[in-house]
């Protein structure tokens, strides 16, 4: 029992300081929860009442947070600009490394004939798309980035779901290219689906909605 109980202390630990080593508000407040009810757990079972007092309060702490991040309403706006955008430069140069972990093959040459668009969120940029359409009228996504600390899934529900962006432009089909199981689980997530294209190559579709 005595083993088993460490154990609990010591995976309690382990995920705190996971949490704390989180970029994404989101992902840190869910595992600083589960840590948090494993000491809470963990407290009561050895008697310690200073710990589950101080965890309880954390839990509540946690859950408060969470039920602002899932409840807040925030404001989410489109912003396109030129391939020659000094912003937009910079912006790819800051993210260059977290870009290539999640997609490698980006060349980071954004061209005229490419539709690049800025997600706004609360006013921050915090996502980046980009992409062009073939000549069957589908639409290839390049890049699809959003900042570690908005990775919670808002930004994509709206660009694809919610800002009705894609239809006011005559588009009903996007195809991505999934890079790494990450991106591939991030595509299913927002609704892609697995194909293969005419030259056999894996790629994810998205038809949407009129």
Excluded: W
């Excluded at 101080?54 to 807040?72: D, E, G």
């Excluded at 997600?119 to 009228?137: K, S, T, Y």
């Amino acid at each position: 029992m005595q083993f088993y109980l460490e154990l609990l202390g010591y995976l309690a630990s382990v995920l705190v300081a996971i949490s704390l080593m989180m970029s994404s508000v989101l992902k840190l407040r869910l595992i600083n929860l589960v840590g948090a009810i494993a000491f809470f757990v963990y407290g009561m079972l050895i008697g310690a009442y200073p710990i589950t007092a101080v965890n309880a309060v954390i839990i509540v702490v946690n859950l408060y947070f969470l039920y602002r991040i899932y409840t807040s309403k925030e404001y989410f706006k489109l912003l396109k600009v030129d391939s020659h955008s000094a912003y937009l430069r910079t912006f790819l140069d800051f993210y260059k490394k977290d870009i290539e972990r999640f997609i490698p093959d980006y060349r980071f040459a954004p061209s005229e004939k490419q539709l690049i668009i800025f997600v706004l969120r609360d006013m921050v940029p915090a996502g980046l798309f980009i992409g062009q359409r073939n000549e069957q009228g589908e639409f290839h996504i390049y890049l699809d980035f959003v900042i570690p600390s908005y990775r919670d899934f808002k930004i994509g529900r709206y660009l694809y779901y919610q800002s009705g962006f894609f239809q006011q432009h005559g588009i009903r089909k996007l195809l991505s290219t999934p890079h790494n199981e990450v991106h591939a689980k991030y595509l299913k997530r927002m609704g892609f689906r697995p194909e293969t294209d005419a030259a056999g190559n894996r790629v994810c579709t998205l038809t949407l909605p009129a």
